[in-house]
């Protein structure tokens, strides 16, 4: 019993190592990809996104977060996102 439960918890153990390093991956194409493609990807695939300066670099920042939640954007993304936003504001 104490050898199946030994094993379960490698198996389990491997898995969660194969999927971290899957999820790395995927941050390495987000690191080399710029705000605005960011924006242009995520944002405009569900509605029309506002001008830039339509909003403060303050709003940017609430509206960021909010959108981060909603589009299941990670830190990542919402940030370069949001800088972009700002800089062009």
Request: aromatic share 6%; proline share 2%; glycine share 6%.
């Amino acid at each position: 019993m104490k050898k199946l439960i030994t094993l379960i918890i490698l198996v389990v153990g491997i898995c969660l190592v194969g999927f971290t390093l899957h999820s790395c991956k995927a941050s390495e194409k987000v690191m080399a990809k710029s705000g605005a493609q960011l924006w242009g990807e995520n944002c405009k695939r569900c509605h029309n996104t506002p001008t830039p300066t339509d909003y403060s670099d303050v709003s940017w920042d609430v509206i960021g977060t909010h959108m981060r939640l909603r589009a299941n954007l990670t830190a990542e993304e919402a940030r370069k996102v949001i800088e972009f936003l700002q800089s062009a504001n």
